[in-house]
T-cell receptor, first 111, second 114 residues
Framework: LAKTTQPISMDSYEGQEVNITCSHNNIATNDYITWYQQFPSQGPRFIIQGYKTKVTNEVASLFIPADRKSSTLSLPRVSLSDTAVYYCLVAPVSGNTPLVFGKGTRLSVIA | DSGVTQTPKHLITATGQRVTLRCSPRSGDLSVYWYQQSLDQGLQFLIQYYNGEERAKGNILERFSAQQFPDLHSELNLSSLELGDSALYFC?????????????FGPGTRLLVL
């Protein structure tokens, strides 16, 4: 499984857009990029997933350049409730495999 | 609400004891995964079952075992407990037939070994 690298922590003020970048230099052709969010003492929650270019849902956007060696999770206009740990994961499209979690990025949103 | 349920929410026990954690996956999901999250180790994969059969093993100790029953619920058994087993234990489920996989995590069981 491709290894991912992301910042350990980030701070942001409420209302700002937050971009968290993840590098995955060894991503394989059949790998998808997935982001999970975890609040303290809760299970991780799926946010968004993509293979290439841009994916957007009601929560976030995911930007993936053509070489797919990195990806950026964009959270528009964050609020205090977006304070959480965000994990970037890479896993094969065939699925049915365990997820390998790194340390994630601890996002703190400040009023 | 992910649709995955776990019981109990909290468990306090003593060293040397044995406990059983239970997980009910989302309706229709065939795969169940168990993860352990401790402060120093982060989220670590323990074991996966798919439709009743063990499919993958991670960093699961020999003192730990799991099974998935015909109704697809799963149990994680932890025996000869040590202080270091104190952690949050999460169960996740998925339906591999959905293509690129999304795992849905339960609320977790917090285990405290005293």
């Amino acid at each position: 499984l491709a290894k991912t690298t992301q910042p350990i922590s980030m701070d942001s003020y409420e209302g700002q857009e937050v971009n968290i970048t993840c590098s995955h230099n060894n991503i394989a052709t059949n790998d998808y990029i997935t982001w999970y969010q975890q609040f303290p003492s809760q299970g991780p929650r799926f946010i968004i997933q993509g293979y290439k270019t841009k994916v957007t849902n009601e929560v976030a956007s995911l930007f993936i350049p053509a070489d797919r060696k990195s990806s950026t999770l964009s959270l528009p206009r964050v609020s205090l409730s977006d304070t959480a740990v965000y994990y970037c994961l890479v896993a094969p499209v065939s699925g049915n495999t365990p997820l390998v979690f790194g340390k994630g990025t601890r996002l703190s949103v400040i009023a | 609400d992910s649709g995955v349920t776990q019981t109990p929410k909290h468990l306090i026990t003593a060293t040397g004891q044995r406990v059983t954690l239970r997980c009910s996956p989302r309706s229709g999901d065939l795969s169940v995964y168990w993860y352990q999250q401790s402060l120093d180790q982060g989220l670590q994969f323990l074991i996966q079952y798919y439709n009743g059969e063990e499919r993958a093993k991670g960093n699961i100790l020999e003192r730990f075992s799991a099974q998935q029953f015909p109704d697809l619920h799963s149990e994680l058994n932890l025996s000869s407990l040590e202080l270091g087993d104190s952690a949050l234990y999460f169960c996740a489920s998925s339906d591999p037939g959905q293509g690129a996989e999304t795992q849905y995590f339960g609320p977790g069981t917090r285990l405290l070994v005293l």
